[in-house]
């Protein structure tokens, strides 16, 4: 299973990267962008995060230890959870256009992107990632995965608390009723 664990979710998630990257070019240009100490505040983790689900072993015993049986049915469904936390990423990034960064940032001529999958959280493209985050750590199958997840929730709850900041500042009242509207991050509930 670690072989297989390796490849398929290697290249589901190499991938995502490829395309990110390729559409990465195409924003419009920042006039306001967090401070490298924030944007490290998030990635750091995120680093952290992978390291936790993709390295061979962990140093901390008990961390490799399994939360759900060395199964197939673990592996598959939690090969189709990343799938579709991708490709839900994937879409709400296509979504945002030239809107999109990286970083937390306030673009020239921003605007306020309500339909598709901003239609269903306000932050599709954490939500996204968390499933395939989520579904990464299950098909591993061990603890270290599910502290990869609370990990990466951390840091896209740090992120998205500062975005919110700043589009009710852009926004204002409209934010305000959007997010009254649309919940942040998980549909139905939060």
């Known amino acids: 299973m670690t072989l297989l664990y390796r490849h398929v979710f290697a290249g589901m998630w190499l991938s995502w990267a490829l395309y990110w990257w390729a559409l990465s070019r195409n924003v419009k240009p920042s006039v306001r962008t967090e401070s490298t100490s924030s944007r490290l505040l ?17 140093p901390i015993p008990v961390l490799g230890e399994r939360f759900v049986p060395l199964a197939a049915w673990p592996f598959w469904v939690g090969a189709a959870f990343t799938l579709a936390g991708l490709l839900f990423s994937v879409w709400a990034r296509g979504h945002l256009g030239s809107n999109w960064s990286g970083v937390v940032t306030v673009k020239e001529d921003h605007e306020l992107i309500q339909s598709g999958p901003y239609g269903i959280v306000r932050h599709p493209i954490y939500t996204g990632l968390l499933l395939a985050f989520a579904g990464s750590a299950l098909a591993r199958g061990e603890w270290r995965g599910i502290l990869a997840v609370v990990i990466v929730l951390w840091a ?23 997010s009254e509207r649309v919940p942040a991050l998980v549909p139905f509930v939060l």
Do not use: D, N
């Open 156 to 178: 896209f709850w740090r992120k998205l608390c500062t975005e919110e900041r700043w589009m009710r500042e852009r926004f204002g009242s409209a934010y305000q009723s959007y």
């Open 42 to 58: 998030h990635i750091v983790p995120l680093m952290l995060a992978v390291a936790l689900l993709w390295l061979p072993h962990v």
